[in-house]
Every structure is written in C-alpha cells, then in structure tokens.
C-alpha cells in the first residue's frame, strides 16, 4: 500500500532569484550602472576642472589667499578671508533663526494644529519653498532693508552705543538696513519651508502607537516631543538640518541683494559684508586673467566647505542611529 504524502508537511521552496538573461534586462543593468556612474565622473569632472581653475591663484598667494583680507583687482591682489567669514557668518544666523522655527512648526503641525487650519499652514510652507530666491533678493532690497534700517538698526544702535562687547556687535555704522544680519535673516527665511517639511513630513511618519502610549502614562506634548519624537526623528532633523545649511552655504541672488558686497571684516553683524557666492556672482562676467582665477579658487573653496559639511552631516547621523 502507497503512503500517502501530506502536502502540508513538504517544506515550501524559496524562489530563487533568477539570472538576467535576456538583452532588456542586460541592457537595464547597464544603464542603471552608467546612470550611478555618472554621478562619481560629473563629481570628479567639477572638482578637476575647479582645481585647475583656480590653481594659478593658490599658488600665487599659497596660504595667504585663504588668511589675506585684501581683495584689490587693479594690483591683482586677492584674499579670501572675508568671504569665507561672510559666508560662516550668515549661515549660521539663519540656523540660529531658521532651525527653531522650523522645528516649531512641524511641531505644531503634527501635534498641536486643528484640522481646518494645518491643512493652510502646511501649504504656505510648501508654496515659500518653491519661491525663486531673486524674490527673496527683492523683497529683502526692496521691503525688508528699509524696514530694518528704520526699526531695529537705528534704534538698536543708539541703545548699544559705547556698550562693551554688545556695543561692536550690534551697532551698525551707517545704518542702511544692509548687512550681514541682513543677509542671515532673509536666509532664514529661505531654509525655514526646506527644514519644516522634511520634518513634518518625518514625525507624521512615526507609528501613533508611540505616542498614544506617552499619553497614557501621563506624558505631557512636550514630554513626548522631547523623549518620543525627537529621538525617533533625529536622524532626518540632522538631515533637514544639514539640507538648510548647505542651500544658505550657497546661496547667491537673494545675499547678493542684501549683504552689502563690501569687501572688509567687521565686528558688527550689522555692517555690510561679502559671502563667496556674492563675491564671484559680482565680479564673474568682467574678470579675467587672475582675477577669474582668484573667483574659480572661491568656488573651490565654496566646494570644500560644503564637502565639510556633508561629512560632519555623515557623522552625526551614524551618533545618533547607535544610540
């Protein structure tokens, strides 16, 4: 007498993944490889080409173009310094500015808004983070400036002056509404819609079992926010972060309306400036000879800084994924 086999009992089979053989999948396979490839030769391609560049004047002022403070195209003498600090300087007014606001509206957004009115607010957002930045350029120029003359540097400057330490930072000199504080502030302005809806975007994607559970042993929103949220979204709060950054890093037009292109170091965050992005988008189409060499080698280091950024950015985020 046969035994009869139970279907059951026989161990199911794992599909196999099979090879490729047919020419669309080759061709597919191909193209995905020279698509990624493409990337790493467009990469090296830049930073060749911007090192060749800008070579002629690294050597010509070796470290002295990064240190040296004077920029004077009649006797060709080029230093970097002030634009590299304008440049620091601004970005970090608009995380300073940005970052706080940014993460109260996603926080806002995700915990605390009513329907009828997150739906708007969410849409604002999304709508200021497709503005061109020549708008952001104008509105500062042409709104924001006169504004800030008026009511926050005149008035600031009278209060702080002859003041230790507050006294240089924020009195302004010729209080035209243009500056460095300027600039930051319209930066923020800009990086604010990027950061508050990747994070919004993030914490709307934690499981609301997490949630529900803090508010049932008697969390408050801020406790869960602090102990619950953040921590499950830090690694994307770094990335909107660094995301913000590196557009107000390299950021053109909109600084350009606002700084003050004026080539010199001051205390005061309240006196005109220069950030690398506004110094080559000013003198880009009339230079030449060493003076274009001087601009490519501030892209260069344009190109360094963000890199920095990038791996300081990589850094962090595998701190916090191993807690």
């Known amino acids: 007498m046969t035994a009869v086999t139970d279907p059951m009992s026989i161990p199911a089979a794992h599909p196999q993944r099979k090879t490729p053989k047919g020419t669309f999948d080759i061709v597919f396979r191909n193209a995905s490889f020279l698509s990624a490839l493409f990337v790493l030769v467009l990469l090296a ?21 990064l240190t040296g403070s004077q920029w004077d195209t009649q006797a060709d003498v080029y230093g970097a310094w002030p634009a590299i600090v304008g440049t620091l300087s601004t970005a970090l007014i608009a995380l300073v500015i ?16 009513p329907p009828w009115f997150k739906q708007p607010v969410s849409t604002t957002v999304e709508l200021l983070a497709a503005v061109p930045s020549i708008i952001y350029g104008m509105w500062g120029l042409f709104v924001f400036v006169p504004l800030f003359a008026a009511y926050v540097q005149i008035p600031l400057s009278n209060i702080v002056e002859g ?37 919004r975007d993030m914490l709307d994607q934690i499981p609301s079992v997490l949630r529900e559970s803090a508010y049932g042993i008697g969390a408050t ?17 770094i990335g909107a972060v660094m995301l913000g950054l590196g557009r107000a890093l390299g950021e053109t037009m909109a600084v350009t309306f606002v700084v003050g292109n004026a080539n010199r170091l001051s205390a005061s965050i309240m006196d005109p400036g220069s950030t690398i992005a506004s110094r080559i988008a000013n003198e880009f189409n009339e230079a030449l ?14 190109f360094f800084v963000t890199f920095v950024v990038l791996v300081i950015a990589r850094i962090l985020v595998a701190r916090v994924k191993t807690f």
């Open 163 to 199: 003041l230790p330490i507050v006294g240089t930072v924020l009195y302004s000199r010729s209080p035209s509404g243009l500056g460095i504080l300027t600039a930051g502030i319209i930066l923020a302005f800009m990086i604010i819609p990027f950061i508050a809806s990747i994070v």
């Open 289 to 302: 000879g060493l003076q274009m060499n001087a601009l490519i080698a501030l892209g260069c280091i344009l």
């Open 45 to 65: 391609g830049i930073m060749l080409s911007m090192v060749i560049g800008g070579w002629p004047a690294f050597r010509q002022f070796g470290l002295g173009f």
């Open 98 to 113: 940005g970052v706080p606001l940014s993460l109260g509206i996603a926080v806002y957004l995700t915990q605390l808004a």
């Open 221 to 237: 929103t801020w406790e869960v926010v602090r102990h619950v949220l953040v921590p499950q979204a830090g690694v994307s709060i």
